[in-house]
């Protein structure tokens, strides 16, 4: 026997003998990969996918050239839901055996599906000049170009692929969609129902053909047919509980809560093993059933029966907190970070904790909980989650986007991670970075309607109101019966006096939903308005008030239009025809001492703005009147009692306390109104308008470096913003750090904007000054002491005029 030395030479003398003996006794990889091969085919048939995809994998690496092992894998991927790894399963299967049609069909769907519509259409295209007659891709070209919004291409394809099989299901689905797109559903559904199409695709029992039919059955009011479609998907796929939950989903919108319940106890019995199943049911005895007790009695009975019991304890916790028993509910959870062998349960019973506090805003006891678990999991998502949330609301902005990044390297398709960085990154002024990431967010989720949302709101705050009606009219496409996504549309497109446009979008929220003809009418008014039509307006804003008589916008638009048509005498038969009703309707009194306050009867004003907060003592409404009619009389003390008083009723009214800041601007008394917006951006770090307030405040009213550092830092914020108030607070903060051509750019464009604000004029003609451009500097301020003359920006101006040698 040869002796071992315990020496580093003669250990790596024997793993290289070691290695070679192996490689010898393998053969070559193209043996080695059949081995492979043959050995993933034997656990495949013994239902060990697991294990059989990882030689699978490894014959591939051997050798790429292996069809049967990648089709293999690609079985094992699309039935375990893989779907980055069936892609390229797929793709390696197309590049070697570009005449797999099948193949090449299932690759283009899936990267249709995953937003990748170009790629899609090139595999098509490469596939329809092997075989031109192939209807399945002549069938996917459709698909691609109606979702590009490629109409007239796409109705082509869908005909060619119908003149080689006239049955095929996925042309008739894009014929049908075209037909209901245009508004014709049951068009849409008598192209599905042909007798011969109709039994041809029942008997392939195609999913998403049969789905659409139960789309358009319920659009065109046949909730019998719908119903009956359901159950035959059920019955033919019995183990997707999927459509079980299509069908409770149906049965709630019907209102037909026990055949809901029943259903979800028949899917809980059949499935004892399945947790989500009975939190579904548990779920619906909550919210739907709206009983606490049924909900919590089925949790006990689930605990007591033993076995894995962590997700019912966790869903309980969640009963205790949506109940307001906090207490009960963080004891629970903290029983639970100790009383579980899972680190996996602890750690997710930690992070709910977490979350707790987070809401609670005990910024420490979050941090203990974060810290402890990023200790044992330092990538751990959720925890780098939370503890970015909490470094935003400390204003740590760099630290919390490292943390998200971090978390999106290991879940990189997570919107909720891409939101918060989106919000990390506008609040850092990185708007380019705050942009990407919430369209990616937007891509990632599907065009998802509450994230899309999101997003049009980020670029209507930034000012790009263009931009914003794109996103929504793309949204309007992909959810044509979302009400808030068209009244968004409107929106928008009222602001940019498009009357027609919001017409439009009114018109489509009237025929989705007759609950919403008020709002529908509500937009059409606001549009007639805009074309001066009056009378018109006036029906439309009757039509509002009738359908929500107690809302304040239908009763503040009625009275505008009629005053716009002069018709005050009108206004006040209205206003006190609503008073007749309700006395304390303390948005009609503000509207009549609006009126008595416009009429000169100062005295009777007052006395109706102090009856709303009389008659509605939480309603902001009649505080701001009476702040407003104060502050016009220069009485700014009272004006700033009144407001306390109010906040006294409402303390989280952070209309109130912007009002008081500005109270405090017009008062002079400027650190008081530091101090006010300083309040207000610690409970929403992300108002724009306080930010911008602040930073023009500390830019003009304070010298030293910690608070020119946090103008600057607000200033960022703004950045990338068309709003002329933000670029003119932009433009002062450049000129105050010495980047004089930004200042003078940024000035230009507000006050191309604003010609009317001395302060503005003021700023742009010192950028002048600084850019030796004394002439153009001149004009400017004097524009400004013209508009000045009386206030204490004046002596600034003037000596700003004496710079530039006027």
Request: hydrophobic share 45%; with cysteine; aromatic share 6%.
């Given at each position: 026997?040869?002796k071992f030395d315990?020496?580093?030479a003669s250990a790596?003398?024997?793993?290289v003998l070691?290695?070679?003996?192996?490689?010898?006794?393998?053969?070559?990889?193209?043996?080695?990969?059949?081995k492979f091969?043959?050995?993933?085919?034997?656990?495949?048939?013994?239902?060990?996918n697991a294990?059989?995809a990882?030689?699978?994998?490894?014959?591939v690496?051997?050798k790429?050239?292996?069809?049967?092992?990648?089709?293999?894998?690609a079985q094992i991927?699309?039935?375990?839901?893989n779907?980055?790894?069936?892609?390229a399963?797929?793709?390696?299967i197309?590049?070697?055996d570009?005449r797999?049609?099948?193949?090449?069909?299932k690759?283009?769907k899936?990267?249709?599906?995953?937003?990748?519509?170009?790629?899609a259409?090139?595999?098509?295209n490469?596939?329809?000049q092997?075989?031109?007659?192939?209807?399945?891709?002549?069938?996917?070209?459709?698909?691609?170009?109606?979702?590009?919004n490629?109409?007239?291409?796409?109705?082509?394809?869908a005909?060619?692929?119908l003149a080689?099989d006239?049955a095929?299901?996925?042309?008739?689905?894009v014929?049908a969609?075209d037909?209901?797109?245009s508004?014709?559903a049951k068009?849409?559904?008598a192209?599905l129902?042909e007798?011969?199409?109709?039994?041809t695709i029942?008997r392939e029992?195609?999913v998403?053909?049969?789905l659409l039919?139960?789309?358009?059955f319920?659009?065109?009011?046949?909730?019998?047919?719908?119903?009956?479609?359901l159950?035959?998907?059920?019955?033919?796929n019995p183990?997707e509980?999927g459509?079980?939950?299509l069908l409770i989903?149906?049965y709630?919108e019907?209102?037909?809560?026990?055949?809901?319940?029943?259903t979800?106890?028949n899917?809980?019995a059949?499935?004892?093993?399945?947790?989500e199943?009975?939190?579904?049911l548990v779920?619906f005895?909550?919210f739907?059933?709206?009983?606490?007790q049924?909900?919590?009695?089925?949790?006990?009975?689930?605990?007591?029966?033993?076995?894995?019991v962590f997700p019912?304890?966790?869903?309980?916790?969640?009963?205790?907190?949506?109940?307001?028993?906090?207490a009960d509910?963080?004891?629970?959870l903290?029983?639970?970070t100790n009383?579980s062998?899972?680190?996996e349960h602890?750690?997710t019973a930690k992070?709910?904790?977490?979350?707790v506090y987070?809401s609670?805003r005990?910024?420490d006891?979050?941090?203990r909980?974060?810290?402890?678990?990023?200790?044992d999991?330092?990538?751990n998502?959720?925890?780098?989650?939370?503890?970015?949330?909490?470094?935003l609301?400390?204003?740590?902005?760099?630290?919390?986007?490292a943390d998200?990044?971090?978390?999106l390297?290991s879940?990189?398709?997570?919107?909720?991670?891409m939101?918060l960085?989106?919000?990390a990154?506008e609040r850092?002024g990185?708007i380019e970075l705050?942009?990407?990431e919430?369209a990616?967010?937007?891509?990632?989720?599907?065009m998802?309607?509450?994230?899309?949302?999101?997003y049009?709101?980020?670029?209507?705050?930034?000012g790009?109101g263009?931009?914003?009606?794109?996103?929504?009219?793309k949204?309007?496409?992909r959810?044509?019966?979302?009400a808030p996504i068209l009244?968004?549309?409107?929106?928008?497109?009222?602001?940019?006096?498009?009357?027609a446009?919001?017409q439009e979008?009114?018109e489509?929220?009237?025929q989705?939903?007759?609950?919403?003809?008020g709002l529908?009418?509500?937009?059409?008014?606001?549009a007639l308005?805009?074309?001066?039509?009056?009378?018109?307006?006036?029906?439309?804003?009757?039509n509002?008030?009738?359908?929500?008589?107690?809302a304040?916008?239908?009763?503040?638009?009625?009275?505008?239009?009629f005053l716009k048509?002069?018709?005050?005498?009108?206004?006040?038969?209205?206003?006190k025809s609503?008073l007749a009703?309700?006395?304390?309707?303390?948005n009609?009194l503000?509207l009549q001492g609006?009126i008595?306050?416009?009429?000169?009867?100062t005295?009777?004003?007052r006395?109706?703005?102090q009856n709303?907060?009389?008659?509605?003592?939480?309603?902001?409404?009649?505080?701001?009147?009476?702040?407003?009619l104060?502050v016009?009389?220069?009485k700014y003390?009272?004006a700033?009692?009144?407001i306390?008083?109010g906040?006294e009723?409402r303390p989280?009214?952070?209309a109130l306390v912007m009002v008081?800041?500005?109270?405090f601007?017009?008062?002079?008394?400027?650190?008081?109104?530091?101090?006010e917006?300083?309040s207000?951006?610690e409970?929403?770090?992300g108002?724009?308008?306080a930010?911008?307030n602040?930073?023009?405040?500390?830019?003009d009213?304070?010298?030293?470096?910690a608070?020119?550092t946090?103008?600057?830092s607000?200033?960022a914020?703004l950045?990338k913003?068309?709003?002329?108030?933000?670029k003119d607070?932009?433009?002062?903060?450049?000129?105050?750090r010495?980047?004089?051509?930004t200042?003078?750019?940024?000035?230009?464009e507000?006050s191309?904007?604003?010609?009317?604000?001395?302060?503005?004029r003021?700023?742009?003609g010192?950028?002048?000054?600084?850019?030796s451009?004394?002439?153009?500097?001149?004009e400017?301020?004097?524009k400004?002491l013209e508009?000045?003359?009386?206030?204490?920006?004046?002596?600034?101006?003037?000596?700003?005029?004496?710079?530039?040698?006027?």
């Open positions: 026997m040869t315990g020496s580093y790596q003398k024997a793993l070691l290695a070679a003996l192996q490689l010898a006794g393998c053969g070559s990889p193209e043996e080695r990969a059949q091969y043959e050995n993933g085919v034997k656990l495949a048939a013994e239902h060990q294990k059989a990882i030689e699978f994998r490894n014959a690496k051997l790429k050239e292996l069809p049967p092992a990648w089709k293999a894998l991927d699309e039935a375990s839901r779907w980055s790894g069936l892609a399963d797929l793709r390696a197309v590049e070697l570009p797999d049609a099948s193949a090449r069909l690759l283009g899936l990267l249709l599906l995953a937003g990748s519509a170009d790629e259409l090139g595999l098509a490469a596939g329809i092997l075989d031109e007659h192939n209807a399945d891709l002549h069938a996917l070209k459709a698909a691609i170009f109606i979702k590009q490629n109409r007239s291409d796409g109705i082509r394809e005909q060619l692929a080689v006239p095929h299901a996925d042309a008739l689905m014929m969609v037909r209901l797109g508004g014709d068009g849409a559904l192209l129902q007798p011969v199409v109709s039994q029942d029992n195609n998403g053909f049969q039919k139960i789309k358009l319920g659009q065109t009011g046949d909730e019998r047919s719908s119903e009956a479609a159950k035959k998907l059920i019955e033919l183990q509980s459509f079980r939950r989903t149906f709630v019907q209102h037909r809560l026990d055949d809901a319940e029943n979800l106890k899917l809980v059949d499935r004892p093993s399945d947790s199943a009975e939190l579904d779920r005895l909550y739907i059933r709206k009983s606490a049924a909900a919590q009695q089925e949790l006990d009975t689930r605990i007591r029966s033993g076995g894995d019912y304890e966790m869903a309980r916790a969640d009963i205790y907190f949506a109940e307001g028993k906090l509910g963080k004891q629970l903290e029983r639970l009383a062998d899972s680190p602890v750690r992070i709910a904790l977490a979350q987070l609670q005990d910024f006891a979050t941090d909980i974060v810290v402890d678990v990023l200790r999991d330092a990538h998502a959720s925890a780098l989650k939370l503890r970015a949330s909490l470094r609301e400390r204003l740590q902005l760099d630290a919390a986007i998200l990044n971090d978390a390297n879940q990189p398709r997570s919107t909720d991670l939101l960085l989106a919000k990154y850092s990185l705050a942009d990407k919430l990616d967010a937007t891509k990632a989720s599907n998802d309607a509450k994230i899309g949302l999101d049009a709101t980020f670029l209507q705050r930034r790009s263009a931009r914003a009606e794109d996103l929504l009219a949204l309007s496409k959810w044509p019966s979302n009244s968004a549309l409107a929106t928008v497109r009222l602001a940019r006096q498009d009357w446009g919001a979008a009114a489509s929220i009237r989705i939903d007759s609950n919403s003809a529908a009418d509500q937009i059409l008014g606001t308005i805009g074309r001066k039509r009056y009378d018109e307006a006036i029906a439309a804003f009757q509002a008030y009738n359908a929500a008589p107690s304040a916008q239908p009763i503040e638009s009625l009275v505008g239009a048509a002069n018709r005050k005498d009108q206004a006040m038969a209205f206003l609503v009703k309700n006395p304390d309707n303390a009609a503000v609006s008595q306050r416009s009429d000169g009867a005295d009777e004003a006395k109706s703005f709303a907060v009389k008659a509605q003592p939480k309603d902001p409404a009649g505080y701001r009147a009476l702040v407003d104060n016009s009389q220069e003390d009272e700033i009692r009144i306390r008083s906040l009723q989280d009214a952070t008081l800041a500005n109270v601007e017009r008062k002079a008394d400027y650190e008081s109104a530091i101090s917006y300083q207000v951006l409970k929403e770090p108002n724009l308008i930010a911008n602040l930073a023009s405040l500390l830019l009213h304070r010298t030293d470096s608070s020119l946090q103008a600057q607000l200033a914020f950045r913003s068309d709003i002329p108030q933000f607070t932009l433009a002062w903060a450049s000129y105050l010495g980047d004089y051509r200042a003078v750019t940024l000035s230009q507000a191309a904007a604003l010609p009317n604000q001395a302060a503005i003021y700023h742009l010192m950028a002048y000054i600084a850019t451009q004394f002439k153009e500097a001149s400017q301020l004097k400004a508009m000045a003359s009386n206030t204490p920006l004046a002596e600034q101006i003037r000596s700003a005029l004496k710079k530039a040698g006027a």
